[in-house]
């Protein structure tokens, strides 16, 4: 299967458009949402776009193909406008026998990781893109991914998201140029 990652819309419709058009372009077969998708948070500025209801309808046709958690932004009041589960903490995803631990980021995080191994940990939170590799006491490694915001990226980074494609992670930006890679 191949999957699109994206975290932290925070209510850009004109930027989640950009992104549904590569979901679409891709053929990916299923949208996973790592949180922060309505709210814009009390810190940031007025996203370009801003428009929740119009992010809640643009999605609310893929409900089946999406998974979804939740961000520190989103409440039980977004879940009222969106026609899939949003309020769970994390979710584990199975592809191909790897183990996948789907979460917003400020809970569990590169510094602060689950109990139980995973092959990769994906989320956002911070708005800052990585993608690299930590040791495990079992001599095996997990892949961090951070997939940053396509809304608010931070550090003079562009807008970013993921795929994963075959146990393949791919940091890319909105031309949809791919920036980092990493094989699970």
């Known amino acids: 299967m191949k999957y699109l990652l994206l975290s932290d819309i925070h209510g850009s419709l004109t930027r989640l458009r950009q992104v549904l058009d590569i ?3 891709e053929h990916c077969d299923m949208l996973l949402l790592l949180g922060d998708i309505l709210n814009y948070g009390p810190r940031n500025g007025l ?3 801003l428009d929740a209801r119009g992010v809640a309808d643009a999605l609310n046709p893929l409900q089946d193909e999406i998974v979804a958690v939740r961000g520190n932004c989103d409440s ?3 879940q009222m406008l969106l ?3 949003i309020l769970g903490t994390y979710s584990l995803l199975v592809d191909e026998g790897r183990r996948i631990l789907l979460t917003h980021g400020h809970i569990y995080n590169k510094q602060t990781l689950p109990p139980g191994h995973f092959d990769a940990v994906i989320y956002g939170h911070t708005h800052l ?3 690299s590799r930590t040791p495990r006491e079992d001599g095996h490694s997990t892949i961090i ?3 940053g915001s396509i809304t608010f990226p931070k550090g003079g980074k562009a807008p970013t998201f993921g795929i994963l494609d075959n146990g393949t992670l791919t940091i890319r930006n909105l031309e949809n140029q791919v920036l980092a890679e990493e094989k699970i």
């Open 23 to 25: 979901y679409r372009q």
């Open 47 to 49: 996203p370009e776009g």
């Open 76 to 78: 039980e009041v977004d």
């Open 83 to 85: 026609q899939f589960p």
């Open 129 to 131: 893109w990585e993608l």
């Open 145 to 147: 991914c951070n997939t």
